[in-house]
């Protein structure tokens, strides 16, 4: 009996190993804004949410993000890209985590363990754009390898 179960336990995790990517997850839907993210790490899904997606025209807004490092962190940088009409129009790149760059309290953390963060963050813009478009982002750390990666899809339907 534990050998079946064990076998099903392993086909389940194939199945879902092989489907076709992560499912997208609803940030917020409010008036006329919309946020939503898909994982574009094969291999890992994370957590993040908004407490009010109004908040995001006001500067600064309180997020949730979570997942378990599957590398380390000792550097760490992040690509940017808005993406429009599957065009990029946008791009910026930033180092997070590195020689005399430490911006985030989770940098230095090892493969396997929680990475957490819940509190403000400020986009440094005034407004979100009118329209619908992508805002691709990617971390990698000192390897080259992916430690984050998602697709947000956002869509105003008003400016603020």
């Not at 940017?80 to 065009?87: A, S």
């Not at 985030?104 to 400020?122: A, D, N, R």
């Not at 979100?128 to 478009?133: H, K």
Request: hydrophobic residues 35%.
């Amino acid at each position: 009996m534990k050998t079946s179960s064990a076998l099903l336990f392993i086909l389940v995790l194939l199945y879902i190993n092989a489907s076709t990517g992560w499912p997208t997850h609803t940030v917020c839907k409010e008036d006329n804004l919309e946020i939503h993210y898909k994982s574009c790490d094969p291999q890992q899904d994370f957590a993040f949410s908004i407490d009010h997606c109004s908040d995001i025209a006001t500067h600064t807004f309180n997020i949730r993000a979570a997942m378990v490092l599957r590398h380390s962190i000792k550097e760490l940088y992040v690509k940017l890209d808005m993406i429009v009409n599957g065009k990029t129009i946008l791009t910026h790149s930033e180092t997070l985590c590195g020689q005399g760059h430490s911006k985030l309290i989770f940098c230095g953390k090892k493969k396997g363990e929680h990475l957490y963060y819940e509190g403000p963050v400020t986009l440094g813009i005034k407004e979100i754009p009118q329209g619908d478009y992508t805002l691709s982002a990617k971390l990698t750390n000192q390897d080259h390898v992916i430690v984050a990666c998602a697709d947000f899809t956002v869509k105003n339907y008003l400016d603020y």
